[in-house]
């Protein structure tokens, strides 16, 4: 049985991501980019009674899925947001991307980590930290592949669907955000995430 803080959060996703739908600045990449919190989603709701992750985790994979459905509605280069930022703060582009991508190292970091322990891959946690960043890394490199793929395929929609804004080291900016904000997890949420585990094991 799904708990009731469980449910309140697959409930905000629910009603983000029916926002994030209606009147998206393109449907096509609406689809490309929320069908994979829908399929992320999809996945925990099946892995639930095997596998229940810490309410921390849970809440920041809420976040995370909250940041990606606003960058479908948009489209990651013309959130409202972070055009005002723009022009404030004389900026050449759009920088909503980065806080995706700085998520996108976060909260893989997340998961993995708790993944990791409460599985007991290592014997020696002093390796967990590198292989966390490892992980993190690779999944945002093979993002980036998708992202590839995708536009070789879409044609057209290439531009809004990389959302690169003529930059041209965009690929790489992104996968340093990835890396910074899977560090940034390490450091700031390692602690609370073990006094959590801890509380889950013995429940």
């Not at 925990?44 to 994979?61: A, D, M, P």
């Not at 990606?68 to 022009?87: M, N, Q």
Request: proline share 1%.
């Amino acid at each position: 049985m799904m708990k009731k803080k469980h449910i309140a959060f697959l409930l905000i996703f629910l009603v983000i991501a029916t926002w994030s739908g209606i009147g998206a600045y393109e449907l096509g990449l609406w689809f490309l980019e929320a069908g994979m919190c829908i399929i992320g989603v999809a996945i925990l709701i099946l892995t639930y009674k095997k596998f229940r992750f810490t309410n921390l985790t849970y809440t920041f994979i809420l976040i995370h899925l909250i940041i990606l459905l606003v960058g479908a509605h948009y489209s990651y280069a013309r959130v409202p947001l972070f055009d005002w930022i723009k022009e404030v703060f004389d900026q050449s582009r759009n920088n909503y991307d980065k806080v995706g991508h700085f998520a996108q190292g976060f909260v893989p970091a997340m998961i993995s980590r708790e993944l990791l322990i409460r599985l007991d891959v290592f014997k020696k946690r002093s390796w967990l930290p590198f292989v966390v960043v490892c992980i993190s890394m690779a999944i945002s490199a093979f993002y980036e592949l998708i992202e590839w793929w995708v536009a070789v395929l879409s044609g057209d929609g290439a531009e809004d669907f990389l959302g690169m804004q003529g930059y041209v080291w965009d690929t790489q900016s992104d996968m340093f955000c990835a890396m910074i904000g899977a560090i940034s997890m390490l450091v700031i949420f390692s602690k609370l995430q073990d006094k959590q585990i801890s509380k889950l094991r013995k429940d």
